[in-house]
């Protein structure tokens, strides 16, 4: 409990800009008995997970695995209070989840930038909207530039950089509030292999740095067990929790490329794809309509 | 490596010389289009005044190039029997704008409250099908019945037809902003109204410009009909007298005033579109292959 109360301590000196913070347990998650049923057009209603519970703790790194359309998402829309649960609560820091949680960043899969603001002005749309001054979100956005790499971009629009550099982009404007939770939804998923690498390497760096809680929802298994404490594995439709595993490799993890091909992390890739091939095999024969 | 250095001068040669013959061919390509927009003008123009002169086509009925030419210089010249072109013209000129802009304000804040409003939206939209459905130029003649010969009817006429253009153009500008980014705002905070302000209607702008070039064009339309139909001043009222005096080449040279007036107004759009839009990629087209 020390070493995470004194990086959290840490994390907060530089940039700490009210919006995330808090108390040592304001980054905790916990999700009870959570149930979203949706209603489809044709007036039908349709469960996209069911009985969902799970605890993550202050500055932990969760990732999220499951077959395709099983309610991953569905489950982070709950957290950051963008959606209501049907059954169930979601708590964050102690607090219910009612209405959008403060001190929550959101990153996807399409990076969600604004293409008609420069480079700058996509980074310092947060602390704008918590009301800081211009200026001084000015000079905060550009140390975050700084830190991403990006200095001397910042008038650019986003059609003009690469894929690389608007996941950067979108990594600074994700932390530049200093959230207390990061909701990542497949954020890396659309990058080609080698970029992907680098940007894992750069989210653990910057993510060390600050320490917020992540969820990170992906459909990469190595790329789960390379980043993550905690991997979270999720049944195919209607979604609910089968298994959790802690991944203890150690920290910091280093080159995401390299603990590829230490011993622990195939032991462990080994067991956690175990659990997921039913699942991932359960959901292909529902979408292609095979008998199961 | 060494031989790389050598040759250094060489290259360097190759390079000028392909750069000059890339531009030789961007030259070339530029003076052939020219060549056949001019040519394309002379037949259609030439062909027009040589039918008519030759007396297979007759002038009476369809005018004449020359004679166009000389009935805009009696209009500038001489004026009309209702006061100076210029008078006419801006008259013209000021019930479009007018228009205009009326319609698409109304067209602008109409569009983005049904495209953010489902509700609204499923409320009103088969009303708003309906009267786009109508036909709405006939409405001319009730706003002259009504409001009378003034500018009045002329404003309402235009704006009328400015704003479904521009009305359809905005509600699918909202309706297609990225989810993502309104999540992603909402997330760090933004209210409704900065949820509009930072995304929607930036994200919407898009379709609202290219909705203006047709947009005047119309707004023109429903000023020149509604004076048409009853007027005591303007270019339409121009028109009808001359439509009543046998006199085709005052209609076609009104219609030349009316057109320098529109490409100019579609210029000032291009570049309002330029400014505002400047973060899109460049288009393709721009990029020409070479």
């Known amino acids: ?292 | 490596m060494t031989s790389l250095t050598h040759n250094a001068p060489l290259v360097h040669e190759q390079e000028a010389e392909l750069k000059s013959a890339a531009r030789r061919t961007v030259t070339r390509r530029r003076t052939w289009i020219w060549v056949g927009r001019i040519l394309l003008a002379v037949v259609v123009i030439g062909g027009w005044q040589w039918f008519t002169a030759v007396g297979w086509v007759d002038k009476f009925f369809f005018g004449q190039p020359t004679e166009v030419w000389n009935s805009l210089v009696t209009l500038f010249r001489d004026g009309t029997a209702f006061g100076s072109i210029w008078e006419n013209l801006w008259i013209t000129v000021q019930e479009a704008l007018l228009g205009f802009l009326l319609g698409t304000l109304t067209g602008v804040v109409l569009g983005i409250l049904l495209g953010s409003n489902r509700y609204l939206s499923e409320v009103v939209g088969p009303y708003i099908r309906i009267v786009n459905s109508i036909p709405r130029i006939v409405l001319g003649s009730i706003f002259i019945v009504a409001f009378g010969l003034g500018m009045g009817p002329k404003v309402l006429l235009a704006a009328v037809l400015v704003f479904f253009v521009v009305f359809f153009n905005a509600f699918q500008g909202v309706r297609e902003v990225d989810q993502n980014l309104i999540s992603n705002v909402r997330v760090l905070g933004a209210s409704p109204l900065q949820v509009a302000m930072h995304v929607t209607i930036p994200s919407a702008m898009t379709w609202i410009i290219a909705s203006l070039h047709t947009a005047f064009g119309f707004a023109i339309i429903g000023a020149l009909v509604a004076e048409v139909l009853g007027a005591q001043h303007g270019v339409g009222l121009i028109i009808s007298q001359a439509q009543g005096t046998f006199d085709p080449n005052t209609v076609f040279a009104c219609m030349v005033i009316i057109a320098v007036i529109t490409l100019g107004a579609e210029y000032l759009i291009s570049l309002l579109e330029h400014s505002l839009l400047k973060w899109r990629p460049p288009s393709r087209s721009e990029a020409q292959a070479i």
């Open chain 1, 1 to 292: 409990m020390t070493t995470v109360s004194d990086l959290h301590r840490r994390g907060h000196t530089p940039t700490d800009q009210g919006g995330g913070g808090g108390g040592e347990d304001a980054g905790r998650i916990e999700i009870h008995g959570l149930t979203k049923r949706y209603l489809t057009p044709k007036g039908e209603t349709f469960t996209a997970i069911r009985d969902v519970s799970l605890t993550v703790e202050p500055g932990q790194f969760c990732a999220i695995v499951g077959p395709t359309g099983c309610g991953k998402s569905t489950t982070l829309a709950q957290v950051s209070g963008l959606e209501r649960p049907s059954v169930g609560s979601v708590s964050v820091g102690g607090q219910t989840v009612d209405g959008i949680t403060n001190g929550v960043s959101y990153m996807f899969q399409a990076d969600a930038l604004f293409p008609w603001k420069t480079v700058l002005n996509n980074v310092l749309i947060g602390p704008v909207l918590l009301g800081t001054p211009k200026r001084e979100a000015t000079e905060l956005a550009m140390d975050w530039l700084r830190r991403v790499g990006l200095s001397g971009f910042e008038d650019r629009y986003p059609h003009q950089l690469s894929g690389g550099m608007r996941k950067r982009v979108a990594m600074a404007a994700a932390l530049i509030n200093n959230p207390r939770i990061l909701l990542m939804d497949e954020p890396f998923g659309a990058l080609d292999v080698q970029t992907k690498a680098i940007m894992q390497n750069e989210l653990l760096q910057l993510w060390e740095g600050l320490r917020p809680t992540v969820l990170f929802i992906t459909h990469d298994l190595d790329e789960a067990v390379a980043l993550a404490d905690k991997v979270v594995i999720m049944t195919s439709s209607p979604g609910a929790i089968k298994n959790v595993f802690d991944i203890d490799l150690p920290r910091p993890r280093g080159d995401v490329q390299q603990i590829r091909h230490e011993e622990r992390f195939l032991e462990l890739q080994g067991q956690i794809w175990a659990s997921l091939k039913d699942e991932v095999t359960r959901a292909y024969q529902q979408t292609a309509g095979v008998p199961a």
